[in-house]
């Protein structure tokens, strides 16, 4: 898998087992366009929407998500307190098959006043809830995590691309895993470097962590499930229901960072060899698309 990301091409996943990731792939061809959607313009979070907890959906608090100089930037300096209000940053449209790719960069200050595992901490969410039906009181959305650590200069590994589960359950190594977080198997980055995160998503079938071009983790069927998130919806957490879609979301939970590059492959689409909308990479197939 590690020239997957080194020669900048997807595969075609064909699932052979339910849960088991067993699958075969093919490269896209030379003539083939890969269909890479920028979620991020490099200008505005225009198509982004912003849910901080102890705020209503939409409520950007003290410019906690901004835009410099082409990048997406965590701050805090408009905070008096950080008064546990994590934020997330909702791209508009859900996804389902797909491959998200994006680089992010811890930097600045950690608020001294978030709880201690926050610091040098933040990740993107995934296969999350809409962020309108969640109560201004709800902290952490039901969704899974790609969770992004560094090193805290002490020397012990903190590896990063780690998988965390608010709300949720995933199956690891073949069962339900009952840890909040499970660890990737990658190297400890240091605060100051760019880190290249890459994310491939199969419904509510196959999950792939990939940092700088390397595969750290993989777990099948995420599912509604679990602990952690609080003050939700009721409606909302129905235990035991495949995740086959939902937001993604880039987090805030006391520690400055920031993000660019944030790019989408969709890997739903025409399977129809015979159509122009065609391409050998996609996974699951959309009549509708074909043309």
């Known amino acids: ?8 091409r997807l595969v075609a996943y064909l699932l052979l087992v339910p849960v088991v990731s067993q699958f ?3 490269t896209p061809t030379a003539k083939e366009k890969e269909n890479w959607i920028n979620l991020f313009n490099g200008k505005d979070i225009k198509n982004w929407t912003v849910k901080i907890h102890h705020h209503e959906t939409g409520d950007n608090f003290g410019e906690t998500f901004r835009v410099e100089d ?9 905070y008096d307190k950080f008064n546990e209000r994590y934020g997330h940053l909702y791209f508009n449209t859900p996804y389902s098959y797909y491959h998200l790719s994006m680089e992010y960069r811890f930097t600045g200050i950690w608020r001294e006043d978030a709880p201690d595992y926050t610091k ?10 809409d962020p ?4 201004k009181e709800q902290d952490w959305p039901i969704s899974v995590e790609m969770q992004f650590l560094a090193g805290l200069g002490d020397g012990k590994p903190r590896p990063t691309g780690n998988m965390c589960s608010p709300g949720t359950d995933v199956i690891f190594q073949g069962v339900k895993d009952p840890r909040h977080c499970i660890n990737s ?6 605060k100051g470097e760019w880190v290249k995160a890459d994310l ?13 071009g390397e595969k ?16 939700f919806d009721p409606a909302q957490k129905i235990d035991g229901k495949p995740l086959k879609e939902g937001f993604i979301a880039l987090q805030s939970e006391g520690q400055e960072i920031d993000f660019r590059n944030i790019k989408l492959l969709n890997l739903e689409g025409c399977k129809d060899p015979k159509s122009k909308a065609y391409r050998s990479y996609f996974v699951k197939n959309n009549p509708a698309l074909c043309r």
């Open 185 to 190: 198997t990658s190297k400890t980055y240091p």
């Open 24 to 26: 075969s792939f093919t």
């Open 132 to 135: 309108r039906t969640m109560p």
């Open 200 to 212: 491939v998503v199969l419904g509510d079938s196959l999950v792939q962590h990939f940092i700088n």
């Open 216 to 231: 750290v983790l993989e777990y099948a069927k995420p599912q509604i499930g679990g602990g952690v998130a609080n003050r």
């Open 70 to 78: 082409g990048i997406i930037k965590v701050r805090y300096d408009k």
């Open 1 to 8: 898998m590690k020239s997957l990301f080194s020669s900048a």
């Open 120 to 129: 040098l901490n933040s990740g993107v969410m995934f296969h999350s809830q």
